[in-house]
């Protein structure tokens, strides 16, 4: 399914009839058990997927589904609480298509989250991972299709997918919070599936420190039209193979419950240092 820069534009002037003049900066994506902090934004206003031309409905289980635009932390946001996936039965043009629309309204940051599985046996479940690099291969580009020139060039570079600027601003913001940070390699699996413990071993050989089934085609299209990008995973399991029970999806939206207030304190400093 291919989308014209037009369907964009409409999708945009639909939500920006509900803004009220309000322009929106950043754009936070929560994932799987952190869409919580979402109900912090103050002076909100709540946009169901459902009410926007062609955005899609999400069904995995702790996304909501819908927009908030406010204030948080000093900063205009457009908060995202829940993602569509590729395993959802939906195109990569449609994963990465409310991000566009909310290039389009003005946003000019993305932070990025999810909940993953930590394939670093260094490391526990709980933790929380500043993202340095992804690892995405053996599927189809965000990209792919007609290059839409008005979003972004045909052969975008992505040396720095993950802002070195704004991983300084999570690093200062995570010392001062007392909050123990990772830094590492997220590695993008389709799902919907948990990876087997061969995968992970080789998601490991590669350099991943975290598998996960979403990111990853969000932050293409966020840095091919401009966006400046932090991303954080939550560590929620131990991926296949490093623990000795069976992974469950009530398992990763626990650890988000559980993680909730150290995650949004982690992210609130980041917002009140951004210039």
């Known amino acids: 399914m291919a989308f014209t820069y037009a369907q964009y534009e409409q999708s945009a002037a639909c939500i920006w ?11 936070l994506i ?4 952190l869409g919580s902090l979402g109900d912090r934004v103050e002076d909100a206003v709540a946009v169901p997927y459902g009410d926007v031309p062609r955005f899609r409905e999400s069904t995995a289980p702790g996304h ?3 927009l908030v635009f406010g204030t948080l932390a000093g900063q205009r946001v457009a908060v995202m609480q829940g993602r569509v996936h590729h395993y959802e039965g939906r195109s990569y043009e449609e994963v990465v298509y409310p991000l566009r629309v909310l290039r389009l309204l003005g946003c000019d940051t993305l932070v990025v989250t ?13 933790d929380l991972m500043l993202i340095s690099d992804q ?13 839409l020139p008005e979003f972004g060039p045909r052969f975008p570079d992505c040396s720095h997918l993950y802002s070195p600027r704004l991983r300084e601003i999570a690093r200062a913001a995570a010392r001062e919070e007392g909050i123990a940070l990772r830094e590492g390699v997220y590695f993008y699996c389709y799902g919907p599936q948990f990876e087997t413990p061969a995968e992970v071993r080789a998601a490991r050989l590669l350099g991943g ?4 089934m979403s990111t990853a085609p969000e932050v293409i299209a966020a ?5 400046e990008v932090l991303g954080f995973s939550l560590l929620s399991n131990m991926a296949a193979g490093l623990q000795a029970h069976p992974l469950t999806e009530r398992e990763v ?3 988000g419950e559980a993680a909730q207030e150290r995650f949004a304190r982690l992210v609130l400093g980041c917002l009140e240092r951004l210039a």
Request: hydrophobic share 35%; glycine share 16%.
């Open 64 to 66: 909501r589904g819908r």
């Open 223 to 227: 840095v091919h039209c401009g966006m």
């Open 253 to 255: 939206l626990e650890a």
């Open 17 to 27: 009839e509900k803004l009220n003049g309000f322009t929106p900066r950043v754009a």
């Open 209 to 212: 420190d975290a598998v996960g």
């Open 114 to 126: 999810n909940a993953a599985g930590c394939a670093n046996p260094d490391w526990n479940a709980g």
């Open 135 to 147: 690892i995405k291969l053996f599927s189809e580009s965000p990209l792919r299709g007609e290059n």
């Open 30 to 33: 929560l994932g799987s058990g």
